[in-house]
Structure formats: structure tokens, C-alpha cells
């Protein structure tokens, strides 16, 4: 599924997903959107993909939209709704793929890049990184592709705001602290860290991974504790249904690594 603007190397179930736009700093211009929503909108459809990893190629993870490049305004607020929705259901996109996204954030994640690395489920970032809500700075609102959906739900209001409200750029040591990103490393080791990350993922059963990102989200958005544990019981008796659940006990008990059959 490579193209001129997307890079994707597959290793087994595991997926390197590069944004390929260096020259650029990975700037979404329009073959790039279309190549991530045609991406990230088979993955229901690729069950034998079981982990993503989204990064950037040159010196940054995407800087945001590419003001340079002519994206076909005009026509009026429909068709410019229709531009809009166009690039924000990236988020919606990603959100609902079965597979865990883990974001590897270097340089600069401004504007629609901010958005890509929240809508992925994991990040983690390099030293070099800096993330922040750009249009705002331009005089549009901060409030874009599902920012003002994950944003707060992972720094809390507070920070949010502060961020959402100013543009301000959030460096990878504060990103650390609020918890916007989970590790923190030298550049030269962002790969070797995603991809132990990922192993360990890969080393669950298929249906048991799934069904937890499925359920952290429904989770997050529950409108009560008996809603969460609702889901949280379909999903266990879902997986213990799947042969999987046998190999893996007997794993456990032989102290060897599973062997799963995602049957």
C-alpha cells in the first residue's frame, strides 16, 4: 500500500506506517489525506495486521496542513464543510481501527499532526519533540480534527485549555509529565522503543487485543460504571470462548510464549 506520500513496510502483523513528505515536514497536502484515509480506513478489513506504527520521515512527525499546497477551496460553505469533514475523519478513522496505533513523535506534531498523534492510542516521543494546536496562531479555531475530543481527555481540562487557548507548543519533558505521552527518549532509540512496544502487544491473542482497545474507548466515553463492566464482561466471555484462552493458560503454566490461532 506504499505511495508517494505513504511509506508502509509490513513486518508480520506489524505495520511501519511513514508519512513520507519530508521535504515538507510531513505536511498533510491532499494525496497525503486521501493515502492515510485509505490506509487507516482498511484496516477493519486486514484482521492479519495487528499493530500500527505511525511516524514521520526527515526531521518531523507532520507539521500540520500544508498551507502551500492548493487543497481546492472555494464554493461556499458546503463544499468547504465537505473539505473539512474530508481531513477530520482521520481521527474518527483511527479511532475505531481494531488495531492499537502507537504514534512516534520526532520534531515538530503541530496543527493536524497534534491530531494524528492523539488519535493514535499510544505515544511516545523523542527528545526532539514538540507538539502543539497551530491554527488558532492563524485565526482559525485550536479546536480541530478531534483535538478537543482526545486533548482533554488525556491532560484533563486545565492543560487543555491552556494549550488549546494559546497555541502554545508542548515540549516532549512537560509532554512526559502530563501525561501526553507515555516514554520520552533519545531520537536513536524511537524505533527500538516502538518496537518493543509493539512486540509486546504482538505477543497477546488477537481477539484479547482488539477487544481492549474497543473497550478503552467505550470505557472513556461510559456514562457509568455499570456500562464500562457491561463491556468489560461481553468482552471476557467473548475471549473465553476462543481457543486461544486454552493455549494461552497452558502457555502460562509451561512458561513458554503462546502460540495463538486467533480462531
Known sequence: MSTATLDVRLEGALAWVTMNRPEALNA???????DLRSFFGSLPQRPELRVVVLRGAGRAFCAGLDLKEPGGGGGGPSAGLRRQRHISELAIL????????????HGAAAGGGFALALASDVRIAAESARMNAAFIKIGLSACDVGVSYFLPRIVGASVASELLLTGRFI??????????????????????????????????????LRLTKECLAASIDAGSLEQAIAMEDRNQILCS???????????????????????
Not at 483511527?94 to 513523535?105: D, G, L, Y
Open 28 to 34: 498533510l497536502n491532499p494525496q497525503l489525506v486521501d
Open 94 to 105: 483511527m479511532h475505531r481501527a481494531p488495531q492499537p496505533i502507537i504514534a512516534c513523535v
Open 171 to 208: 515540549h516532549a519533558e512537560r509532554a512526559l509529565a502530563t501525561g501526553l505521552v507515555s516514554h520520552v527518549v533519545p531520537d536513536d532509540e524511537l524505533e527500538a522503543t516502538a518496537r518493543e512496544l509493539a512486540n509486546e502487544m504482538l505477543a497477546t491473542s488477537p481477539l484479547g
Open 241 to 263: 470462548q476462543s481457543p486461544d484462552l486454552v493455549e494461552g493458560m497452558r502457555a502460562f503454566l509451561e512458561k513458554r510464549p503462546p502460540k495463538y490461532s486467533d480462531a
